[in-house]
């Protein structure tokens, strides 16, 4: 199989095409590893590769995705007998078993053969741990791909494969998207399977799924991953099958639409951002649909407050379960900057103080609910800009010296992680309500700056809409608007 071939079809087309015997699997896989050879280097994408063993595993040919190339994010999608790192140098061990997730890929015939960087517990949102290195974005190296998914956003973008797992648990699935150019899905909160001793996931604010370049493939891994989990804390109702089939199909009824540019925390929004969301919703109104500029009643600022405490609390209490499983306490310089400031915010998050957050989740999200009794859709930028350099929003040793003194001093810790990630909060201020919610959101290649990197356009619709979503994405996706409609060959790094 030709690269041409190759990276010019989607995940779905290129199952159609074996089932048709146009090609064989093997010939599909050749043509992945081939890609993986070739653009990898640039990129960083894929930190681990398993071509032997996915090569000799089996998948049933009536499944939807049958022979598909695939790859999971190295944070929280265990595959059984690879190591599952979470983009730390901590940890190593081989998983005893496939996440319920991976399960759903593999049954979906997907076959994986290897693993995409992540940041460390994936709690960034760009794609540079120290453990792998950064990640960069395919449309120019120089410039990062995102994260939490930047490693699986970078190799769908660039052609690895056409489809690859992906997380979100504050724009992780959406952000990546953006800054790369592709389509991003962050389906509704109890959606997609959890895997015993997984936990809440964040409390209900991160879910595990997949990153695409169609809406289409986005649409049939939905139908093929979504679980009605009914021992996780948040099980949620399956979709009808019959219900994607509206998917490409023109909407008929008259949408009620509502955007706004305006960044929930009052940081600035870019232009090229601003005028993204701005011709979408003209379009939209021109092929009849009700648009007006509106945004849900909600405090940003004091919600992703909220939102920072949790990951503090969460952070504690995974360094507490790594110390018990190591028998001894961790050096601060185990951990990455990031993960080591939320630790030691999250031992001094009172239960009083934690319970009040989610409360404040709630509000927020019957506020929302409320919201969309009036609007199907709400629409903002998904990134307030293109993506920002490598490098730009880590922090040099200097600084994280200061950073980490600065904390052990300070009585307001809490006050310090939300100064911590004041710069990169400025780039993605748009994402994070929809985990906070449990809404489901999209990310759609609509926009771009004046040197052509990607700016994504998200929509939300309330919980459980993923098919008005994908329905809305799928119009969007066939007209002029869509910027991104193929892979992007990244230059070597010799000729940066």
């Known amino acids: ?139 120019d190296t120089s410039f990062s791909a995102g994260g939490s998914s930047g490693g699986a956003a970078a190799a769908v973008a660039a052609g690895i494969v056409p489809t690859a797992g992906a997380s979100d648990g504050g724009g992780s699935i959406r952000i990546p998207a953006s800054f790369t150019g592709i389509f991003g899905l962050k389906p509704t909160r109890g959606r997609t399977p959890v895997s015993p001793g997984s936990g809440r996931q964040w409390q209900g604010a991160a879910v595990g799924f997949a990153v695409s370049r169609t809406v289409r493939d986005s649409a049939v891994l939905l139908k093929e991953t979504q679980t009605l989990q009914l021992e996780s804390a ?7 099958e019959s219900d994607f089939v509206v998917i490409g199909e023109p909407v008929k009824k008259k949408l009620r639409i509502a955007f706004s540019c305006a960044s929930p925390q009052g940081t600035t929004v870019s232009r090229e951002a601003r005028q993204a969301v701005r011709e979408t919703a003209s379009f939209l109104k021109d092929e009849g649909h009700n648009v007006e500029e509106a945004a849900p009643e909600i405090n940003g600022t004091s919600l992703i407050e909220q939102y920072y405490l949790m990951n503090s609390g969460e952070m504690a209490s995974v360094t507490e379960q790594l110390e018990a499983a190591f028998g001894r306490k961790l050096d601060d310089e185990e951990l990455e900057l990031e993960s080591w400031m939320l630790k030691e915010a999250g031992r001094f998050v009172t239960a009083a103080a934690y319970t009040q957050s989610l409360q404040a989740w709630d509000t927020a999200s019957a506020a929302v609910h409320d919201f969309h009794d009036r609007y199907d859709i709400y629409l903002t930028p998904a990134a307030a800009s293109s993506a920002p350099k490598a490098g730009e929003l880590t922090y040099s040793r200097d600084s994280e010296s200061a950073l980490r003194e600065k904390m052990k001093q300070t009585p307001n810790k809490q006050e310090l992680i939300y100064e911590m990630f004041a710069p990169s909060l400025a780039y993605t201020p748009f994402t994070q309500l929809a985990n906070l919610t449990g809404q489901p959101a999209v990310s759609m290649p609509l926009g771009e700056d004046d040197k052509g990197m990607p700016i994504g356009v998200q929509a939300m619709a309330a919980k459980g809409e993923e098919i008005l979503l994908l329905q809305a994405a799928a119009m969007l996706e066939q007209s002029s608007l869509w910027k991104q409609r193929g892979a992007v060959t990244p230059e070597p790094l010799s000729d940066k």
């Open 1 to 139: 199989m030709k690269q041409s071939e190759y990276i010019e079809n989607d995940a779905a087309g290129l199952a159609e095409k074996m089932k048709n015997g146009d090609v064989s699997a093997a010939e599909v896989f050749q043509a992945f590893q081939e890609r993986l050879e070739k653009v990898n280097p640039s990129l960083n994408a894929v930190v681990r590769t398993r071509l032997e063993k996915a090569e000799k595993e089996t998948f049933s040919k009536n499944a939807p995705l049958a022979g598909v190339p695939f790859l999971t994010k190295d944070l929280s999608q265990a595959i059984k007998g690879e190591r599952l790192t979470a983009g730390s140098k901590l940890l190593n061990k081989q998983a005893d078993r496939n996440s319920y997730l991976v399960d759903a890929f593999q049954k979906a015939g997907l076959r994986i053969g290897g693993q995409t960087n992540t940041p460390e517990f994936g709690l960034k949102n760009i794609t540079e741990p120290k453990r792998f290195g950064p990640v960069r974005n395919p449309h």
């Open 234 to 240: 948040f099980p949620f109702p399956e979709i009808d």
